[in-house]
T-cell receptor, first 111, second 114 residues
Framework: QKEVEQNSGPLSVPEGAIASLNCTYSDRGSQSFFWYRQYSGKSPELIMFIYSNGDKEDGRFTAQLNKASQYVSLLIRDSQPSDSATYLCAVNKSNTGKLIFGQGTTLQVKP | GAGVSQSPSNKVTEKGKDVELRCDPISGHTALYWYRQSLGQGLEFLIYFQGNSAPDKSGLPSDRFSAERTGGSVSTLTIQRTQQEDSAVYLC????????????FGDGTRLSIL
C-alpha cells in the first residue's frame, strides 16, 4: 500500500463545474496535509493546507480533512481551463519534516 | 519577496561525472528540503535540514548523494559518479520552521545524464 494514494485520472470536468480531487493516506500520526498544483514542466505550487478535521475554504478552493477515515480532498468550484494541471496531495510524515507525495491527479477543464 | 532560488536550471553531464546543485531558500526560512521528481516516480524526499539540527538524510538513495547547508542558508546537493538513473528534476523547498509547515518550492534543476 502506498503511503499517499491518489487517482491518477485524468479527471475531466466542464468549465464552471466543481472538480473533486481525493487522496488517502496511511500514516495515522500525520498532522498536516497539503495540496500542490503543478503545471507541465513547472514546479509544484502550494494552493492549500489543512491541519484540522473539517473544511477550509480559500476563494474557489476548499480542502476537506477526515482523519478518522484518513482522507483528504480538494474541491475546486467554478473550474476554469487555467485550472488544468496535475494536483499533488502531500502529507507530512509524523514526527518528521518530510512530505510524502501522492502520484498526482491530472485535471482537465474543458471550455 | 524572492522565492526559493535554484541553480543551474538545467544541467547536462556525462555519466561518471560529479555534479553540484545549489539552493537558496526564502529569506528567514529555517528549514530546507531536497526532493527529486522522475518520470513515473513522483516526488521523492531526499534530505531535510532544520536549523542547527542534524539533517534527516533518510531519503538519499545511495552514498553517492550528499548535501550540505552552510550558515543555515544556502544548500548544495552533490551527486558523485553520476548514473543515468540520476536523471530527474531536483527540487528544493523551504519552510518557515520545520514540522507541519507549508513548504515552498523553487523552479528546480533538470539534470540529464548522458
Amino acid at each position: 500500500q502506498k503511503e499517499v494514494e491518489q487517482n491518477s485520472g485524468p479527471l475531466s470536468v466542464p468549465e464552471g463545474a466543481i472538480a473533486s480531487l481525493n487522496c488517502t493516506y496511511s500514516d495515522r500520526g500525520s498532522q498536516s496535509f497539503f495540496w500542490y498544483r503543478q503545471y507541465s514542466g513547472k514546479s509544484p505550487e502550494l494552493i492549500m493546507f489543512i491541519y484540522s478535521n473539517g473544511d477550509k475554504e480559500d476563494g474557489r478552493f476548499t480542502a476537506q480533512l477526515n482523519k478518522a477515515s484518513q482522507y483528504v480532498s480538494l474541491l475546486i468550484r467554478d473550474s476554469q481551463p487555467s485550472d488544468s494541471a496535475t494536483y499533488l496531495c502531500a502529507v507530512n510524515k509524523s514526527n518528521t519534516g518530510k512530505l510524502i507525495f501522492g502520484q498526482g491527479t491530472t485535471l482537465q477543464v474543458k471550455p | 519577496g524572492a522565492g526559493v532560488s535554484q541553480s543551474p536550471s538545467n544541467k547536462v553531464t556525462e555519466k561518471g561525472k560529479d555534479v553540484e546543485l545549489r539552493c537558496d531558500p526564502i529569506s528567514g526560512h529555517t528549514a530546507l528540503y531536497w526532493y527529486r521528481q522522475s518520470l513515473g516516480q513522483g516526488l521523492e524526499f531526499l534530505i531535510y535540514f532544520q536549523g542547527n539540527s542534524a539533517p534527516d538524510k533518510s531519503g538519499l538513495p545511495s552514498d553517492r548523494f550528499s548535501a550540505e547547508r552552510t550558515g543555515g542558508s544556502v544548500s548544495t546537493l552533490t551527486i558523485q559518479r553520476t548514473q543515468q538513473e540520476d536523471s530527474a528534476v531536483y527540487l528544493c523547498a523551504s519552510s518557515l520552521t520545520g514540522f507541519n509547515q507549508p513548504q515552498h518550492f523553487g523552479d528546480g534543476t533538470r539534470l540529464s545524464i548522458l
